[in-house]
């Protein structure tokens, strides 16, 4: 335990192997600075010199998990840093370990520190999932493409609309293909059929652990919004109690436009694309299958103004500010006009309400 008995403060800079711990008192008193291996036991020692339920800060950097978990087992009270918040570190003069763990506790005791939500275990375990998931999306798509581009090359067209489907890989495999292009196609077939399968198994874990969730069941009422970008926007958002308002939270999902403003000139660029990418993808997907009368209109009017192509999109904060709602709410409406204060009462709301269309709710 350390001497100085009054709250303290400690600054982290996490790295992949060894990390930088400042502690500071109250008053910016410099009491140690120590660099540890990262590890759970080391980094637990370390902060029982902080006394009781220090202030830690750390960046939401490269594998927090494990750290941000050590530190509130230890009853420490954790802040995370919002990486873009602190960018400015990278212009000092002179850059080091020690130098960024001391300016992040003395953000945390000035009151000025960018923070990060952390989200709790069971939010983070889903995330994985979901986020696994969509890779594994990722990457099947791309071996789809790398068969169309055989295809081409060869020169051969198969007269289907799906190639991937019943009838198109039953011609598929008809298809006659000589050399390094029937290897290569033969190959990709394989891999995409193991996706394929790995895709169902993290398809039904994420339908096990979403089973019964109000919210999740209420926002596939949306035209639009199915089970796999419920679950998106269920996973990736998290706590949405947590957004005072629906403008907010179409800030933080990078949906709103970029503002620049000074002395008398004002600049609105596109919008920001700050934030998780696959909530804007999710609403992007659902906005483009709306088919409420506001959305219709919107549609119109933005394409008679820019074009064709712009009415694919008109307004994909609108999704979220409706969609999002269901996830605190477990009921499909716009964003509860009332006090922050106020906002707790929902989850045990939340708590009570059924689902509300079970065929609807698997993923």
Partial sequence: MSEYDGHQYVGIDLHRRRSVIVRQTDQGEQLSVVRIVNDPVALGLQI????????????????????????????????????????????RRVKNDVRDAADLVDLLRMGRLPESWIAPAETR??????????????????????????????????????????????????????????????????????????????????????????????????????????????????????????????????????????????????????????VRWAVVEAIQRKTTPKIKEDRARIGARRGKKSRRSPRPANCSRWSTTGCATGTSAPWPARPREQLGGGRRAVGQLSDPHPARSRF
Avoid at 79 to 90: I, R, S, Y
């Fill in 48 to 91: 029982e010199q902080a006394g009781t339920r220090p202030d830690v800060v750390l960046e939401a950097t490269y594998g927090w998990y494990w750290a941000a978990d050590v530190l509130q087992a230890a009853g420490a009270h954790v802040h995370l840093a919002h990486p873009l918040g602190v960018k400015g570190f990278a212009y």
């Fill in 125 to 278: 375990e889903l995330r994985e999932l979901v986020r696994y998931r969509a890779k594994l999306v990722a990457l099947r798509s791309g071996l789809k493409a790398q068969v169309h581009a055989v295809l081409a090359k060869a020169g051969v067209l198969l007269a289907v609309s799906d190639l991937f489907g019943v009838d198109g890989r039953a011609q598929l495999e008809q298809t006659a293909l000589s050399g390094a292009c029937a290897q290569r196609v033969a190959s990709l077939l394989k891999l995409i059929d193991i996706l394929d399968a790995e895709e169902d198994l993290f398809n039904r874990r994420i339908a096990e652990r979403l089973r019964g969730h109000a919210g999740c069941g209420a926002i596939q009422w949306l035209p639009g919004i199915g089970p796999v970008l419920a679950a998106v926007l269920v996973a990736e958002i998290g706590d949405v109690r947590r957004f005072p308002s629906a403008d907010r939270l179409c800030s933080w999902s990078g949906l709103t436009p970029r503002h620049y403003e000074s002395d008398t000139v004002a600049r609105h660029g596109h919008v920001t694309k700050q934030g998780s990418k696959l």
